[in-house]
């Protein structure tokens, strides 16, 4: 691990970050399910409001707007309150992910969705659809580059095995480092930034949605419904 420090650099880093969570295409009202009376809908979302945690702090309070808090938070605040296990956290701090382009995050979180969520279920099989939703997010700061290094040390890109990088991160974040650069483990030519802070990250803005689907051979991926734009 020493020697492997030893040869790291920072690399500046003052561009849009590509982010891909799961979210719907049409928004769904969680109480119509319960009553068919619009006025208890709205008791319900006022209750709602009233005593969920507040995760958002504006600067400029008289501007900011209730969608903003809800952007920032699904584009950004999240895996920050809620950690768990991945490449570079072994779930004690949360790791905020995003990579170079949309078709990186597609294999990223493809591989995921299909060895992790859907095997564990039970449900790894043809006709199986999520949705998703794509932020571009502004980061600003210097991030350690392991780019560099993972000819020399291939176990940075290990398919399953995340002792190392989650030593990293670790390491990182005990540190204070707002976080790093590494090469995809899914796709050549991609990059992958671990972010370990959101004070680096800003201005949260809807880039497009997608749908995957499984087949028998890989995940079909729809960019315009009814049109697949990539096959994984």
Excluded at 36 to 57: C, G, Y
Excluded at 94 to 120: F, K, M, P, R
Excluded at 185 to 206: E, F, M, N, Q
């Amino acid at each position: 691990m020493d020697a492997l420090f030893s040869a790291l650099y920072l690399t500046d880093i003052h561009q849009n970050i590509v982010r891909n969570i799961v979210s719907l295409r049409k928004s769904e009202d969680l109480f119509d399910d319960l009553t068919d009376d619009p006025q208890a809908w709205h008791a319900a979302w006022f209750l709602e409001m009233e005593t969920k945690p507040k995760l958002f702090n504006s600067h400029q309070p008289v501007i900011d707007r209730p969608f903003e808090e809800a952007e920032w938070n699904a584009a950004i605040g999240y895996p920050f309150l809620n950690s768990s296990q991945s490449r570079f956290t072994d779930g004690s701090f949360g790791v905020w992910y995003g990579a170079d382009s949309i078709e990186t995050t597609v294999y990223e979180t493809v591989y995921h969705w299909q060895n992790t969520l859907l095997a564990d279920a039970g449900f790894n099989k043809p006709g199986v659809e999520i949705q998703r939703k794509i932020y571009m997010v502004q980061c600003d700061s210097l991030l350690i580059d392991l780019r560099p290094e993972i000819k020399s040390h291939p176990e940075l890109l290990h398919p399953t095995d995340y002792s190392t990088t989650q030593s990293i991160g670790r390491k990182l974040h005990r540190e204070g480092h707002p976080g790093l650069i590494t090469n995809s483990a899914r796709i050549r030519h991609g990059d992958v930034y671990a972010i370990l802070t959101p004070k680096v990250l800003s201005k949260p803005a809807d880039a497009c949605f997608l749908t995957y689907r499984t087949t028998a051979t890989g995940v079909e991926v729809e960019r315009t419904v009814g049109e697949i734009w990539m096959t994984v």
